[in-house]
């Protein structure tokens, strides 16, 4: 028997007029699959539709492994008629194509792995660029011809977006967040239950919130937010494809970032940056004593990941001041109710 795998996924995707995968939509992925399963799954080819022949056959040894459940999804995939992919994860290596990657983009937002949970060195490299659209995916060189296809129908071809992501709600809506806007959360982020993301916050591919969070800022990719937090309308994190170098940004809980401000080293718990303050890992910064009084200045990189910390610009010098948050950021319950 195979010993048991990383992650498995049965999905329905979309190909360009070449045969080629734009992206596939797995309903229910698995983390650690049985040995069995990953036995029934051993030499399927990941980046290759399956044949009907291929999906008969594999519903039977799924029944015979134990796993009706993935097998009656297997029956209604097949009778799609559209390109069904098996994907089947030995390790948790890189990505090496369409199908492998959206399947680890699909683990993030069902909560099944948390962000830098997961390996997804190279993923920029493997997804196409696609015209996200409300006829599905379209191949960017395709669009043209699909849009005249409408117009010659007396309809409109509705583009949503340009991108290598699609939004995550047209995949996987997990239990218990709100989203006001949501083209701003891509697939593969994380939002743990009680997340509420208003109209300007944005959420990228791994990267999220453990919940519950007012986010009404940009969680850039990697960036990961502790329960409780708040991000102020505006604010941003630096994210580790965004100049965060080999510094992983995240939020502790119970932390405050005010509207404008923004991070670019993690902070610890119960922490608080004051509205319009961008720290980077390069600003100076003022220590202050309990009695307000200045006693030593450190860059801020120094101040990583220490816990009841004010981030605060002096008014009449200019200075950034750091000094200790004696204040719990307790968020309102009745904003963050969910039922």
């Known amino acids: 028997m195979t010993d048991s795998a990383f992650a498995f996924g049965l999905g329905i995707g979309t190909h360009n007029s070449a045969g080629e995968w734009l992206e596939v939509y797995f309903p229910r992925p698995l983390l650690s699959p049985s040995s069995a399963l990953a036995e029934v799954m051993k030499g399927v080819d ?3 539709a399956l044949s009907l022949e291929q999906m008969s056959g594999l519903r039977e040894s799924l029944v015979a492994a134990g796993e009706p459940e993935q097998a009656a999804l297997l029956g209604r995939l097949q009778d799609s008629g559209r390109p069904v992919a098996g994907v089947l994860l030995a390790e948790d290596t890189a990505p090496a194509n369409v199908p492998q990657g959206y399947l680890k983009l699909h683990l993030l937002s069902h909560r099944l ?4 949970g997961t390996n997804l060195d190279g993923l920029f490299g493997v997804l196409p ?3 996200w659209t409300n006829e599905g995916a379209i191949a960017i060189d395709e669009l043209a011809e699909r849009q005249l296809s409408a117009r010659l129908r007396g309809e409109i071809l509705e583009v949503s977006c340009i991108d290598k992501f699609p939004k995550m709600t047209n995949y996987v809506v997990p239990g218990g967040v709100r989203i006001a806007h949501t083209a701003r959360v891509r697939l593969g982020a994380y939002l743990g239950e009680g997340t509420t993301i208003m109209h300007e916050g944005f959420v990228n591919f791994n ?6 969070g007012m986010i009404e800022g940009r969680i850039s990719a990697g960036v990961r937010v502790g329960s409780g937090s708040d991000l102020g309308g505006g604010c941003s994190t630096i994210g580790t494809l965004s100049g965060g170098g080999d510094i992983v940004i995240s939020v502790g809980r119970e932390c405050l970032i005010g509207a404008n401000a923004g991070i670019g080293i ?5 922490c608080t940056v004051e509205a319009g303050l961008f720290v980077t890992a390069g600003t100076k910064v003022t220590l202050l004593d309990a009695g307000g009084k200045a006693t030593d200045t450190v860059k801020a990189r120094d101040l990583m990941g220490k816990s009841d910390l004010l981030f605060r610009r002096n008014s009449s010098t200019g200075a950034v001041e750091c000094l200790t948050n004696r204040s719990a950021i307790e968020l309102n319950e009745e904003l963050h109710a969910h039922n």
């Open 113 to 116: 792995v948390p962000p830098h």
């Open 129 to 131: 660029n696609v015209a």
């Open 266 to 270: 993690p902070l610890g718990d119960r």
């Open 207 to 212: 990267a999220g919130t453990d919940g519950p």
């Open 46 to 48: 990941s980046d290759t």
